[in-house]
Structure formats: C-alpha cells, structure tokens
C-alpha cells in the first residue's frame, strides 16, 4: 500500500516538475537523490524496478527544453540512476537517445552550469556499468566529448569524474576483450602526447612547458587512474597489452618527463611509469598463488627506480627523491598488501623484498640525523652500525646506490630542512606500513630519539652539547607523532625492534630537555602511557622496587610537574598519564602507588578538577579521583586533604555548564558508590541527585551515566543478598541472622522482592518507569531497556513477577503515573553555596612574591598556590534540581515491561525519526502535502 501512495507521490512530483517556471528547492533536490541512490530501502528498490519510473523520465524530458536548470539537473541526475538498470536505460535511451547525445555535446559549451556537468558525468558513470551502454558510447562516440571536457576547465569533482569515466570505460573493453576499440580509445587518448616533438627539442620557455603541462596532464591522470585501479596489472590483461607493447607509452612519457621541470607533474609522470613497468614484469609473469620472482625479473623495476633518482639528484632535488620513493612504497603496499612476491638473487639465493626498497632510501635522511653535526671519529655507535648493515643485506644494488647518492646529496643541501622534509612525508607514509616494515621505520626512529637524549648509554650527560634550533626541535617532534602511531597501530615487539624496550627511558630521558615545544611534550607523555600499557609487564615490579633512581622512579615527578603546564594540552596529557598509572597500580602494578603518594599527584589532579577551566582537563582530572576510590591509601591521603570531596563531586554533578564534565562527576559518584564504604546520610543524598540527573540533565550522556549507576546499585543489592556471578549459590551467609542460609527459590523470591522494595523507596524504578514511556529520546529509552530488562529477566528466573499484586494507594499504570507527573516531582530552588576562604592573599602581596621569588618554576608555584586557595573552600549541603515525592512501585515497574512492547515502540520510534528523511516524506515537503492535510498538527515541525 506505501509504494502505491509513493509511485502516486512521484507521479505529481513529476507534474510539477514540466510546469513552466518551476523551481525544485536544492536542498529537497539532493535529499531525494540520495534516497533514490539507496538500494537497502525496500520502497526505493521497489520503485527502481517498476516501469513506472523510466516512463516518468521520458514524459519529463520531452517537456524540460524551456524547464529552469534546478530541474533538468534533478531529472539528468534520476536518469542516470534509473540508467544504472539496463532494462530501464534502453527504453529511455530508445526514445531519448538523441536529446542525451546533444546534452552530453552540450556540456563542453563554456557557459554550461558545472551542476549540468556534474549531472551529465553522474549518467556517463551509470552507463558505462553494462553492456548496452558500453554499445551507446561506442556508437555515439560521447566518450570523445566527454574527454574533451577537461579542456573546458571544469571544476575539480567534474576532472576526478572524468577521469573515473574513461578508466573504468576501458577497463570494461578490455572485459569485453574489445581489442579495436581499445586501440582507437588510447590512440586518440596518447594524442596530446603524440604531437609534441620532445626528442628534436632541446630547451622549453616557461610559457611552452605551461602549455605543454596543461595539455598532457589529463592523459597521464587518466592513464594514471586506469593502470592503479583496483590492482587489475598483476594480471595478464588485453588492455596491458596495447598500452605496453603495441603503444609503448612509457616512450612517450620517458621523452616528455626528460623536458618537462614542473614537479607536480614529473611526480605523476614517474608514478605512471613506476605502475607501466610493474604491469609490464606481470605481463611475462602473473601474481598467481606460488609464483617466485628471480632477481631479473625486477631488474628494470629497479634500474628504473636508480634512475628516476639519479635524476632527481641532478636536479638537486631531494624532497622528490623522497616523494618518488613515498609514492613507491605506497603503490607497491597497495598492489601486493597480503601476496608479496619473492624475488631471489641468482647467486646466493638471498631473498629480496620490492616492497622494502624505496623504504630504505626512504629513512636515508632519518638515519643522517643520528650523525649530523657530529664529527666522523665520533660515529662508534656499533648499534647503528648494523642496523644500517641489515638494511644494505636486504637491498638489492640498485637500492643500496641510490641511498648512497641521497645521502650525499643531502649533506650538500640544507640537511635539516631535508630531514624535516623526511620526517613530515613519513607521517602519511605511517598507514602504509605492514608491521615489518613498521619496525624497520622504529628502529631508525629510535636512534633518533636516542641521539637527542641528553644523557649517554651509561646515564651520564653527554659531553658533546649541540645547540638545538627551531626547526631541529621541529623535526623531533615529528618523529615523536610517528613513534606514537607506530607503536599505537602496529605490532613493534621486540623480537624485531629490541629497541622498544629502551623507549619508555628515552622519552623520559628527553622531556628533561628545556625549550620543548608543546606538541613534543604531549605526543612524549602519551608515549609513555602507551608503553606502559603495553609492555610494562607485572613480572617488573620486584626489579623496580629493587633498583630505585631509575627514570620509572621519577615518573610521578614528571606528572607533578606537567600537571601544572601552563598549556591546557599538557596539562591534560599528563592527566591521562597519571590516570594510567592509577589504573595499572591498583593490581597489575603496585609500585606506582608509592609514586603517587609521596608526590601527591591525586590530589593535585582534585585541586584541578575543581578549578581549572579547561572542561577536558577537568574530566581527565575527575578521572584519576574515580580510578583512585580503588586503591585505600590513595583514597585516604586525597579524603584527608578533601574531606568533603564527596559533596564537591555532587556540586559538580549538579551545577557544573559542560556535559562533559557533569557525565564525569557521575562516573566517579559511580565507582564512589562501588569502591567506598558510604555513610547512610549521603548515599541517600547521592540516589536523590542521581534520580535527578537520569531525569532532567539535557545531555544525553549524563543521562546514560546515571542509568549505569542505577545498574551498580541494584548488582550491589544482589550481591549484598547473595548473588554471585549472576547466579545465587546453594547457600550463603545471612548477616541478620548470622547463620547459614540455604538459598531455595523462596528464599531467593523473599531477598529479591526486599530488593524491589528498596529500589522503589529510593527512585530507581521510578527512573526505568518513567524513561521508558513514547517522549524519551530513542538512545535514552534504548539504554534504559536494556538496563531494566536486565534486572527483570533475573526476577523473571526466580517467578518474582508472578507474585507482585498492587497495594492500596500505589500507582498501578503508567498512565497514572505521569498524570501525577506534577504532583510527584518537586523542583528545588538553586541556593548559592556558602563559599568561606580559609585563606586568602590580596594583589599586593602576589606582586612582592613575584618580585622576591628566584625559582624557575615560579609559574608552577604560584599555580599551586592558587590551586590549593581554591581548593580549601567549605560547601553547603547541595539539594538535586527535582525530588520526587511518590515513586513507582514494583508492581507497576514489572507489569510495565512484562505486559507492554518496549522493542517494538523502540523500534517504532526509530522509524519515525528515519521517516523525517525517508523517501515518502521528502515527497510530501516537495510538493506542500502537509499544508493540505487536514489531519497534519500544524505544529507537527521538526
């Protein structure tokens, strides 16, 4: 019945469409294109295969000569989607072939709209996906005038269309095995190459390369896409085959780069060339599974590659040696990714991996900063040594030479700015690395960072001093941001990077430098955090409590100190660090706790939580107070300082302007509640302020926080009657009687319904209830679900629900309920809290401190200072922003979810919020059927 009323709705969409002057909305044109394009919707794929739609397009476009361009954009855009099925495309084209044909010529007019462009190339890439429209652009020769359109400067999208036109026309030739059309299509596509006389040219003004430039780059660009796409060359192909051996582009393109100077350009000619000789080494040999490659079989792989940077080192380029070597890496991980092939050398069998090569000439640069600067005697580092030796035994000739020749051409140039250069490239080379590679890159990394460490192997300061300028500070934090990502999202052991257990030392090691910049010290401290995660091992523990004065001893002296940055990130990161420490310290590491305590770092992270004004710092800060409630003697030096951190945390809970911040104080009001014996007074005062924040708070996340709370509680309550892992045991202790209890289901349905009891008493239900009716948000209702269901379905195993009945004057239906809505919340009037400085300094007397003080960490002391005025304040007992006075009773909590749907109104729900969007409704606001549906709320808006 739907996909009638919706054929009908497109029917008077289309009416509207052929009136004179009409004009379709962008913004409703875009939405409906994007439903049509949706094949998953079942009333689209309905609509796109019934005849009704090309019937409509026909009808439409016979009418659209005089139409205003809004619409013949949105029909050209549904033709080429109802294009895309070939019953549909030789109907419309059968009858509206020819008026395509002219459009298609239209298009490289100057003065066609780039929307009719974009429309017309949307069509061009539908019809190309079958066999029919293969024959139209065959017959028609639309190919020709779409590949002329680059000529026309179009925009930037339309040129990427066109060249995803043309690769994948030829690509379905060469699967239609097309050899002559093939041959006619890169005949005329060579063309613009073809004509310039590049051998009998000796030099080229400025203005000709620009001419010659603008001309050939959307040959190579197409050439480009069609060799890379989807990695087909690794494959014999017929299409291969006429560019390679009957067509010898690389010729051509080997003439033209030779006079061409214009980097962009040379760069994508050599990438072409890179991709032509790999197909043409896979023409004589397919990637098939069990093939072996000898050492000649990529032996031009390999010259060419010496050659394309020899060239560049002519030219006295080195960033584009490294971006050839780049794109290389790149093109080689992306053709082979999981199927490397290997290549042998004939003469002792070594094997030679392609994907490893221009990586090696890649780190040449990274390498040359371990010793830049530094006169040769004191090369003796016997570590690198042989790191560079393993890199030459897994290189082939080639390789090795070319590495060779940019190390000497980079030590002619600026070498920093070189280095620099390197490093930055190697931050988007990093996601193209498989984990070999990856530990390669650390090591050199590695010695880097070991070479900026300020102290020896022996942990002495080094006496040679290089003074540090900007831009070396600069290239070390680039290598930095690429040791985090590495160690982040690859597998650096040390197995292959023995180097990785000395990390967590250096970076140390380095933060003690001065002058770091503020990016370096935070990719620093989450390095740390990282490598502490993952490769401080238990087993370390009594090593570290035997050897104290290592850099793990002065950790907590480094997060104090970080912790009191001026620069919020800082102050954040190191948060994150000691939140890390925190966590790992309640178990898997114990001796973090002594660092924590005698530097006092969780209660400096409270002193920050409540004053600092960056909103991330104080959830980072807020944290490391959860995270500490687990460890007794952490948790008791922070209550003797804060003893009212209890009430603090609700003032936050309640008062505080960021969401964020407020979801946080409710995590650690949580693991307050579980890991912290609470008084009776409060706990009663924290279930009235989190039955508040699960009803009234208006960020989603602090809602679902509070219901995560709700679930802590009612475990706790189960836990507390005996339950163990989900499951009560055969018997247990009661502490009312003091006796051995045997668990029958009686006893079980008597300790659950005692539960029920308490959780009504305190609003627990009252908050399931009450979320779950149809005007909660849909992730809200959903958390709520899934937080009640859990608990019902533990009832439901005991039969509880069968022995709830309803008690005199209790609430027995959700209608009921919110009837009373008004009469059952109260809503308490925000006080001002009773604010009383223990201390306090006036303006005069910080200036003398300033003037008096001698200390370099001046700032950090005044900051504590501060801190700690700010936080020695006393607050007044806090009330929630609503207090309920009746609560839902366990009869009306479990008859709710026994007898009502939640799923299905969920669900509901969900489809309601998507119809906002969906396909009906974007018809009805096109054509204004709201404003003539008598049954339509007016103010049924969104």
């Not at 035994?393 to 280095?419: F, G, H, M, P, W």
């Not at 604010?835 to 001046?858: H, T, Y």
């Amino acid at each position: 019945m739907e996909c009638v009323k919706i054929q009908n709705k497109i029917k008077l969409l289309f009416e509207k469409l052929t009136e004179p002057n009409y004009v379709l909305d962008n913004y409703y044109a875009d939405g409906l294109i994007t439903k049509l394009a949706d094949c998953s919707d079942p009333e689209v794929a309905f609509l796109k295969n019934a005849p009704l739609l090309s019937d409509l397009i026909i009808d439409a476009l016979d009418k659209a000569d005089d139409a205003h361009i809004t619409v013949k954009v949105f029909l050209t855009r549904v033709l080429a989607i109802a294009s895309q099925k070939e019953l549909h495309f030789a109907k419309m084209f059968d009858r509206q072939g020819d008026r395509m044909l002219a459009g298609f010529k239209e298009i490289c007019t100057p003065n066609t709209s780039p929307s009719i462009r974009v429309a017309y190339m949307e069509a061009a890439l539908k019809i190309v996906t079958h066999n029919s429209g293969i024959a139209w652009l065959l017959k028609t020769g639309v190919w020709k005038e779409i590949l002329s359109l680059c000529n026309e400067k179009p925009t930037v999208f339309v040129v990427r269309q066109i060249y995803k036109f043309m690769s994948e026309f030829l690509w379905r030739l060469n699967d239609l095995n097309d050899a002559d059309n093939i041959r006619i299509i890169v005949n005329h596509l060579i063309q613009p190459i073809r004509k310039y006389d590049f051998i009998n040219v000796q030099s080229l003004t400025s203005e000709e390369e620009e001419e010659i430039c603008i001309a050939v780059e959307p040959t190579v660009q197409i050439l480009l896409s069609t060799v890379s796409k989807e990695c087909r060359i690794v494959n014999t192909t017929l299409l291969m085959k006429i560019l390679i051996k009957e067509f010898t582009v690389s010729n051509y393109l080997y003439v033209a780069y030779d006079r061409i100077r214009t980097d962009d350009l040379s760069l994508t000619f050599l990438k072409l060339m890179f991709w032509l000789t790999l197909a043409k080494v896979f023409l004589g040999k397919p990637m098939l599974p069990g093939t072996l490659y000898s050492a000649e079989d990529f032996l031009e792989v390999a010259a060419f590659n010496f050659n394309v940077i020899q060239s560049f080192v002519q030219r006295r380029s080195a960033t584009l040696v490294l971006d050839f070597c780049s794109a290389c890496n790149i093109i080689w991980n992306k053709l082979c990714q999981d199927k490397e092939p290997g290549m042998y050398q004939e003469d002792d069998q070594k094997r030679i991996k392609m994907k490893n090569q221009m990586l090696f000439v890649f780190l040449v640069p990274v390498l040359l900063f371990v010793t830049y600067g530094k006169p040769q005697s004191a090369l003796t580092d016997q570590r690198i040594h042989d790191y560079i030796e393993r890199l030459l035994n897994l290189s082939c000739e080639y390789t090795a030479k070319a590495a060779y020749a940019l190390r000497d051409l980079t030590e002619q140039l600026d070498t920093l700015q070189v280095i620099l250069q390197c490093v930055k490239k190697l931050i988007h080379l990093k996601d193209h690395l498989n984990d070999e590679q990856a530990n390669l890159v650390f090591q050199a990394l590695f010695y880097v960072l070991q070479e900026y460490n300020p102290l020896d192997l022996n942990g002495d300061p080094k006496l040679e001093h290089f003074e540090d300028g900007e831009e070396k500070n600069l290239v070390m934090t680039y290598v930095m941001d690429s040791v985090l990502s590495l160690v982040t999202h690859r597998n650096i052991n040390w197995h292959e990077s023995v180097e990785i257990m000395c990390l967590y030392n250096i970076v140390i090691n380095n933060l003690e430098r001065s002058n770091l910049s503020c990016k370096f010290v935070v990719v620093s401290l989450k390095v740390i955090g990282l490598t502490m995660k993952k490769f401080l091992q238990p087993n370390l523990t009594l090593l570290v409590d035997g050897q104290p004065g290592g850099s793990i001893h002065d950790l907590g002296k480094l997060i104090y100190r970080k912790m009191q940055d001026r620069h919020w990130e800082i102050r954040d990161t190191a948060l994150e660090l000691l939140y890390i420490c925190t966590d790992i310290a309640y178990i898997k590491f114990p001796p973090f706790q002594k660092q924590i305590l005698e530097n006092n770092l969780i209660n400096v992270a409270a002193t920050i939580a409540f004053n600092d004004y960056e909103p991330y710092v104080q959830v980072s800060a807020l944290k490391c107070i959860g995270a500490s409630s687990r460890i007794n003697s952490v948790w008791d030096q922070l209550i003797a300082e804060f003893p009212d951190i209890k009430c603090r945390l609700l003032h936050i809970l309640r008062n505080s302007e960021e969401g964020i911040v407020r979801k946080e104080a409710c995590n650690v009001l949580s693991s307050l509640y579980q890991n912290s014996k609470l008084c009776p007074g409060f706990t009663q005062t924290l279930y009235e302020h989190m039955v508040s924040s699960a009803l009234t708070d208006f960020h989603w996340e602090v809602q679902i926080s509070a219901l995560n709370f709700w679930r802590r509680v009612y475990y706790t309550l189960l836990n507390g009657q005996g339950m163990l892992d989900g499951n009560f045991p055969p018997v247990t202790f009661s502490r009312e009687t003091r006796k051995i209890v045997t668990l029958n289901e009686a006893e079980i349905q008597k300790r659950l319904l005692k539960i029920l009891d308490e959780l009504a008493a305190i609003g627990c239900l009252t908050v399931f209830v009450t979320l779950l009716h149809d005007q909660t948000e849909v992730c809200i209702m959903d958390a709520t679900l899934n937080i009640a269901q859990e608990f019902y379905d533990i009832l439901k195993k005991y039969n509880v629900p069968d022995l709830l009945t309803p008690k005199e004057g209790e609430i027995t239906s959700i209608e009921e309920l919110r009837y009373t809505d008004k009469d059952e919340i109260k809503e308490e009037k925000e006080v001002d809290d009773n604010v009383e400085m223990l201390d306090a300094q006036n303006p005069d007397n910080i200036i003398q401190d300033i003037l008096n003080a001698d200390d370099v960490n001046l700032l950090a002391n005044i900051y504590e200072r501060h801190m700690t005025l700010e936080g020695n304040k006393t607050v007044a007992p806090l009330k929630p922003k609503i207090k309920l006075l009746r609560f839902a009773s366990p009869y009306l909590f479990v008859n709710y979810l026994k007898n009502t749907d939640l799923k299905q109104i969920i669900e509901d729900k969900r489809k309601w919020n998507d119809g906002i969007r969906s396909l009906s409704s974007l018809l009805d606001d096109v054509l204004g059927l709201y404003e003539v549906n008598q049954e339509s709320n007016s103010l049924d808006c969104y």
